[in-house]
């Protein structure tokens, strides 16, 4: 098969198709052959040598997925040949097939297209197993999302949304923003010209919001606990921002805050598929009613990855960016 190659570790160039082995199937697992993946930003990291694959998991990009099912391992029942799947991965999605735990395969959801299908896994799983599985966000309560125009910030704001809370968001110019509040969002922050603390408690009667769900990491953490209401929940799941910070303790106890993060990769597979398992049975009716869209920016072929890694490191999409083989 074909697959997507890093060279070396370095920029986008460093990316090449490449002939390949085909990969080994497991007796738990699933042969997929790809119909379309989804840049994230770990993949630009793995890319400069700084996020590898966990033990055992393929070598190449690409934590999501949708296509084609080729083949099951003698341990999988409840997939056949034939069948059109998506799927969370731990790698190997820039490439012509990949395998992949049973457990972390889905159906494609109902009104969306196969090649739509592959903007959704690794946004769904990481959205709701941090904002609603660990956070517990719930009717009636306010969520700010950073990084609104992002795949991940896109597909929150429409899932936090259709459960009934209030959206704030933050991004870096009037566009994203505005394409934020056409999704859902209730309050749009530019943090390139407004302090986000501020506008928050101005919003919110001076209390702050519920959740929060943050990939800056250590420059934002100091206003993020700042922003937040009595019995808040500052879930981190990116470090854009740096990775270390002097903190004031007080407020945790104050307002009784929890802070936590979480990635998705290194999982055990038995916890993927509980995510996976949640997912299905509360993010896919949203999303077969209509009320939470695909929002795919661009596709690229697989043998243009370098470009595509160009455009999200240049941060000016919205949504995700897909690979077609």
């Not at 700010?144 to 899932?159: E, K, N, V």
Request: include cysteine; charge should be neutral.
């Amino acid at each position: 098969m074909k697959a997507v190659v890093i060279t070396t570790p370095g920029g986008p160039e460093v990316l090449q198709l490449q002939e390949v082995e085909d990969p080994q199937l497991q007796d738990n697992e699933v042969l997929i052959g790809v119909h379309a993946t989804a840049l994230n930003r770990a993949d630009t990291l793995q890319r400069k040598g700084f996020h590898p694959p966990p033990k055992g998991a393929s070598p190449y990009l690409g934590l999501e997925c949708s296509g084609t099912v080729l083949s099951v391992g003698k341990n999988v029942s409840n997939w056949k040949i034939g069948d059109r799947v998506c799927a969370l991965l731990a790698g190997g999605g820039y490439a012509e097939k990949v395998a992949v735990p049973a457990g972390q395969v889905l159906p494609i959801p109902q009104g969306v297209s196969l090649t739509d299908a592959a903007s959704f896994p690794e946004v769904a799983c990481t959205v709701w197993s941090t904002v609603f599985m660990t956070s517990r966000l719930s009717q009636g309560e306010t969520l700010l999302i950073h990084g609104g125009s992002s795949g991940i910030g896109t597909f929150a704001i429409q899932i936090a949304k259709y459960r009934g809370a209030r959206v704030f968001v933050t991004a870096g110019n009037e566009e994203k923003l505005g394409f934020c509040k056409s999704i859902g969002a209730d309050v749009a922050i530019n943090y390139k010209t407004e302090d986000f603390v501020a506008r928050v408690k101005e919003e919110t009667g001076g209390q702050g919001v519920d959740v929060i769900l943050d990939c800056v990491g250590a420059s934002y953490y100091q206003k993020n606990i700042d922003s937040l209401n009595l019995d808040g929940r500052l879930f981190i799941i990116g470090f854009q921002g740096g990775v270390t910070t002097q903190i004031d303790l007080r407020p945790l106890l104050a307002k009784r805050l929890t802070v936590q993060g979480a990635g998705l990769r290194n999982r055990s597979v038995e916890n993927k598929a509980l995510i996976i398992s949640e997912v299905e049975k509360n993010v896919w009716p949203a999303i077969a009613e209509g009320k939470v869209k695909p929002v795919v920016y661009k596709s690229f072929p697989l043998a243009e990855a370098a470009e595509a890694h160009q455009l999200m490191e240049s941060s000016e999409h919205f949504g995700k960016i897909l690979l077609v083989p």
